[in-house]
């Protein structure tokens, strides 16, 4: 089947693609188009004017040098997430789960904006924004604002963008001070690999300097209708407080995977289960990573 007819234009500026989506209904914005494409070959978007944002230069990761605030560009593609050694050791989970994300072809083009505005809850970088608590900037008829991850995903394949606003920015908080060493892991399972995962968790560990986790953050995909925030399961089940130094008990891994389990019950109950391993894996790996390396790979 063939996209419905379209019109194209390949804006220069954010003002220019936002004054473009303002002014047609049906507009809407492509970058790496791997999500969108394939809905318009299905003819199940239909949008009467593609903007494309490609020559719009926001494709910077930069680490701020007084609050250590990542600020990753709309345009950064997930081949830079997953190879780039700055991304490695400033948002050590973005780095191991950007490998995870379809396979070489598709992260070459794919951008972090259009993962997270597309909104899909089995996708890796929703879920990642979530653990870390991440805001995305955009930019509309109305200016500029920020959006946290808690408030931009609202349902399936729908966030709080307005229809003229453009992502412009993806912000990171500093997740751990220079006097401590951190750890991620992303575990997730799929049919094959390069598939969609079923389920899918993220966990990102701060560890003081004896090796003491201080701070957590971990996200779901695959489980619910949004991606999940599940640091709460994670710090009642004893991560907070929990020593890479001396090891991960199993008693703490039957109990993140338990928690986590119940955190997740009100959806399918099969992947509540399967979300629950996937956290204790994570929780193993991360821990490990922080203890013997001071950060993750993938």
């Known amino acids: 089947m063939k996209p419905a007819p379209f019109e194209y234009v390949a804006v220069t500026s954010v003002a220019e693609g936002v004054r473009a989506l303002s002014t047609d209904e049906g507009a809407k ?37 007084v609050d250590s605030t990542i600020r990753i560009g709309a345009l950064v593609r997930h081949r830079r997430l997953e190879l780039d050694p700055l991304v490695s050791r400033s948002a050590p989970l973005l780095a191991a789960a950007a490998p995870l994300i379809g396979y070489p072809s598709i992260r070459n083009r794919g951008t972090i904006a259009g993962s997270l505005a597309h909104a899909d809850p089995v996708a890796e970088l929703p879920a990642v924004l979530m653990a870390l608590d ?24 729908t966030t709080s963008l307005a229809p003229d606003e453009i992502i412009v920015e993806v912000r990171l908080p500093n997740f751990a001070s220079s006097a401590q060493r951190q750890g991620a892991a992303f575990c997730e399972w799929a049919p094959r690999a390069g598939d969609f995962a079923v389920a899918g968790v993220g ?23 949004t991606p999940l925030l599940l640091s709460e399961p994670l710090s009642g089940a004893g991560v907070i407080g929990a020593s890479a130094e001396k090891g991960v008990s199993d008693a703490l891994l039957r109990a993140v995977a338990a928690a986590v389990t119940r955190a997740c019950t009100g959806n399918d109950p099969d992947r509540a289960e399967l979300a629950g391993l996937l956290a204790a894996r994570a929780v193993s790996r991360a821990f490990h990573r922080a203890g013997r390396h001071g950060a993750a790979a993938a």
Do not use: H, K, W
Request: aromatic share 4%; net charge negative.
């Open 29 to 65: 914005v492509i970058a790496g188009g791997q999500s969108l494409m394939p809905l318009l070959s299905l003819r199940l978007a239909r949008p009467t004017l593609l903007v494309d944002i490609n020559r719009l230069g926001l494709d910077g990761f930069t680490v701020d040098p």
């Open 203 to 225: 966990v990102a560990l701060a560890v003081d300097r004896y090796g003491t986790c201080v701070r957590l953050g971990a996200g779901g995909c695959g489980i619910g209708s």
């Open 134 to 157: 991440g805001s995305v900037v955009v930019t509309g008829t109305g200016g500029d604002r920020s959006i946290s991850a808690l408030d931009l995903f609202e349902g399936f394949l």
